[in-house]
């Protein structure tokens, strides 16, 4: 059998991690010796960084280095009869194959693509407008697909609310994480214990966009302080939505001017990231819309206690191993902070239940469960 993955309109981020992830475990396991080849469709710039192995070949296309009209002209009308001619099956990572190819399995990503609400928050015309035309491709691509993966449960509940998907073969599949970001849980420690000039410091890892909700973070530690609690805060992730970078960095300045208990690192590359784990005394993670939030697993694996979101997705990864919140209430992220640091033995507790339950997630499984998913998919078609 020859699968292949198309990642023609692949990023960055989590979804190349992902991939790599997901091909360097193929690599490793003889369970996957019944696949012939894995063909790989991409630019250049996401070619480069897979490594190479015996069943795996890459190909990239002209349009697939230029700009987006290319690449959607070449993806209508020059695509298919190429992946016909390599292929059995078509993995489409993103979601968003708009060809005629068959069969496909597809993969949800992205809920901002459901969540509307956040649309009308950015209030921006062109990136409502971007998040509308990748919802279409997301459907047309889950319309002619034979199996669908999904990455959370909610992600799997919330698309077949929107969309038609009864006749499809449904699948969840996490993600898996890397060793690198395994810790081990410090003991807890009283917040009498900490000082104003020895604060127990807080981290939030994120990219700032308007539902990762940094500004209200900054709000409640500054509150906080002026409540007599020694703590501050950390922000790791550039700005990938300039309107947010400039609410955070005004509001930033409105509660620390002179830089005394927020310190915003910007984009720190993905293998450094683990560095600010271990400075960490607690984690704080706000977003309001995910998939499924891989810095949330990171930050469990850790061993540093969580504050978090309560919205959907993350309780059902976090379960009842933190301190939750609405993340678009400052006082409710005060309450669940000050209760948080109130109960060292408790969340020294749920830390270590964090660690226990990060175990189930395991790149190997991820990659075994996908790819025996995609060939159960073709065995049904032929």
Not at 18 to 38: A, C, R, T, W, Y
Not at 92 to 102: A, C, E, K, M, P
Not at 261 to 286: D, L, V
Not at 341 to 364: G, T, Y
């Amino acid at each position: 059998m020859r699968i292949g993955i198309d990642a023609s309109n692949l990023g960055g981020g989590g979804g190349i991690t992902h991939l790599k992830e997901i091909l360097i475990s193929v690599s490793n396991q003889p369970i996957f010796l019944d696949i012939d080849e894995i063909v790989l469709f991409s630019s250049d710039k996401i070619l480069n960084q897979i490594r190479d192995f015996g069943i795996l070949t890459k190909i990239t296309f002209p349009e697939f280095n230029k700009g987006i009209l290319e690449r959607v002209k070449f993806q209508m009308f020059g695509y298919d009869s190429e992946i016909t001619k390599r292929c059995d099956i078509l993995f489409s990572i993103s979601g968003d194959y708009i060809g005629n190819f068959s069969p496909v399995v597809g993969m949800s990503r992205n809920m901002l693509l459901y969540e509307r609400d956040i649309w009308w928050e950015i209030r921006k015309p062109k990136e409502i407008f971007r998040f509308w035309l990748n919802f279409l491709k997301q459907k047309r691509c889950f319309s002619n697909s034979s199996g669908i993966i999904f990455i959370s449960n909610y992600a799997k509940e919330y698309a077949n609310r929107v969309l038609s998907l009864s006749n499809k073969e449904q699948t969840v599949i996490y993600h898996g994480i890397s060793s690198i970001f395994k810790g081990s849980v410090q003991p807890q420690k009283a917040i009498d214990f900490y000082t104003f000039q020895k604060p127990f410091n807080f981290l939030y890892v994120s990219t700032v966009h308007v539902y990762k909700n940094q500004w209200n973070v900054v709000k409640a530690i500054s509150n906080l302080r002026k409540k007599g609690y020694p703590i501050t805060l950390t922000l790791v992730g550039g700005v990938i939505f300039e309107p947010a970078g400039s609410l955070l960095m005004k509001i930033i300045a409105q509660e620390d001017p002179t830089s005394e208990f927020i310190a915003y690192k910007g984009h720190i590359p993905y293998e450094e990231i683990s560095e600010s784990y271990k400075n960490a005394s607690g984690i704080i993670y706000a977003s309001n819309c995910e998939n499924m939030p891989n810095i949330l697993i990171e930050s469990m694996s850790s061993g540093v206690p969580i504050v978090c979101s309560d919205k959907s997705p993350m309780p059902e990864f976090l379960k009842g191993n933190g301190y939750y919140f609405n993340p678009k209430d400052v006082n409710s992220l005060e309450n669940s902070i000050q209760k948080f640091l109130a109960e060292p033995s408790q969340r020294q507790f749920m830390a270590i239940n964090n660690i226990d339950e990060v175990e189930k997630f395991s790149w190997d499984k991820t990659a075994e469960e996908t790819f025996r998913f995609i060939s159960n998919v073709y065995l049904k078609q032929n």
